[in-house]
């Protein structure tokens, strides 16, 4: 089983939509989860950072359940600009250790 | 501005030889990190640094090295030892009070 695994899409999503992805972990010791998004040929960017049950970001609401562990990524009214992939990663011991990134889901929102 | 830059951004090598690439910033965090990225794969750990002249192998070490001498730079050198050294390489730190990384621009190496 692979320590982090995505759906690897792609999501096809009309403008306005609500869309979620969902990405599971192996280790359950897990201490903290981020989302990153990366464009096409271009370094990944910090999203959001998950370190209790969820943060909320404007349009970006991120989940964390710790029990089934996974986390969740929803986009609310999706824009044209949010076409990318979405990066599940997660710190299985904190501090400053290896991050463990999923291959990522890819976004493609249409108008 | 406070960021990571990595140069070049592009990089072409025969066969055989070794390649440094490089990384700096200016966020004066105290952890980087040197991760390689294949085609639909996820990002995979070379070597990361805690402190300055302080450097412990990551997932996928073999073939490559590096050196800490300031906090500011962390280069990586893909010696002629890797047998797939064609990637995506992206250099990241973080600061010591909390985990997220942050990452440079990153450098295309091809090797034929």
């Known amino acids: 089983r692979k320590e982090v695994e995505q759906d690897p899409g792609p999501f096809n999503v009309p403008e306005g939509a609500t869309v979620a992805f969902n990405c599971t972990y192996s280790n359950s010791a897990s201490q903290s989860f981020f989302w990153y998004r990366q464009d096409c040929r271009k370094e990944p960017k910090l999203l959001m950072s998950?370190?209790?049950s969820g943060n909320e970001d404007g349009r970006f609401t991120a989940q964390l359940n710790r029990a089934s562990q996974y986390i969740s990524l929803l986009i609310r009214d999706s824009k044209l600009s949010d076409s990318a992939t979405y990066l599940c990663?997660?710190?299985?011991?904190?501090?400053?250790?290896?991050?463990?990134f999923g291959a990522g889901t890819r976004l493609a929102v249409h108008p | 501005d406070g960021g990571i830059t990595q140069s070049p951004k592009y990089l072409f090598r025969k066969e055989g030889q070794n390649v440094t690439l490089s990384c700096e910033q200016n966020?004066?965090?105290?952890?980087m990190y040197w991760y390689r990225q294949d085609p639909g794969q996820g990002l995979r750990l070379i070597y990361y640094s805690q402190i300055v002249n302080d450097f412990q192998k990551g997932d996928i070490a073999e073939g490559y090295s590096v050196s800490r001498e300031k906090k500011e730079s962390f280069p990586l050198t893909v010696t002629s030892a890797q047998k797939n050294p064609t990637a995506f390489y992206l250099c990241?730190?973080?600061?010591?009070?909390?985990?997220?990384?942050?990452f440079g621009p990153g450098t295309r190496l091809t090797v034929t």
């Open positions: 998950v370190y209790s």
């Open positions: 966020l004066n965090h105290d952890a």
């Open positions: 990663v997660v710190n299985p011991l904190g501090g400053y250790n290896k991050l463990i």
């Open positions: 990241a730190s973080s600061s010591g009070t909390r985990d997220e990384q942050y």
